[in-house]
């Protein structure tokens, strides 16, 4: 990890938990709460200026996905920060801006998942799919699309995939830092 990915906004750091690994082509801003064991992969923006981005205990954002908030305002007094659980598996080049999203989901490569839409737990969210704003995805489906429809029950293969998938990726990050 490099001094220059992480960067201060309105005074505010990124705040890392425990045997987390931040590839040094990353760029993490402001206020920004990695949990325990989580990674953040090759080019991966995450911006936490006009909100808070919080990423849960073995989580991973992969290789070119963009991570933001929304403003706070009269309209929308909270804003929409993004709130990643435990055990998400983010793929590569995806996008989520002010969503909200539980524990063991795996969202597709390339996936959008847009302002003040819920990810409940243990949802698989397909390659290029978009989640329109505030949509709800309900717990133990699979979905996929654009927009995002469900498609039909997890299989009791999928569903233990998705804690595996974690689990791979803390496997992985620790061999990172294990090198550096």
Excluded at 13 to 37: M, Q
Aim: with cysteine; aromatic share 6%.
């Amino acid at each position: 990890m490099s001094k220059n990915n992480f960067r201060s906004y309105n005074n505010i750091l990124p705040l890392l938990g425990r045997a987390v690994y931040v590839d040094e082509t990353a760029v993490l801003v402001g206020d920004i709460t990695l949990g325990d064991d989580s990674s953040v992969w090759p080019l991966v923006a995450a911006r936490g200026d006009v909100n808070k981005i919080t990423i849960g205990a073995r989580s991973n954002i992969q290789d070119g996905t963009v991570l933001h908030v929304t403003r706070k305002t009269s309209h929308n007094p909270n804003g929409n920060p993004l709130v990643i659980g435990d055990d998400v598996t983010v793929g590569h080049k995806c996008m989520l801006h002010g969503c909200a999203l539980g524990d063991r989901i795996l969202v597709g490569m390339g996936a959008i998942i847009m302002d003040g839409a819920v990810v409940e737990s243990d949802v698989f969210i397909g390659a290029g799919s978009l989640v329109p704003p505030s949509k709800v995805l309900k717990s133990g489906y699979l979905y996929v699309g654009n927009p995002v429809k469900q498609v039909r029950e997890l299989k009791e293969s999928e569903a233990n995939f998705l804690k595996q998938s974690a689990i791979n990726y803390v496997e992985l990050k620790d061999e990172y830092i294990a090198q550096t």
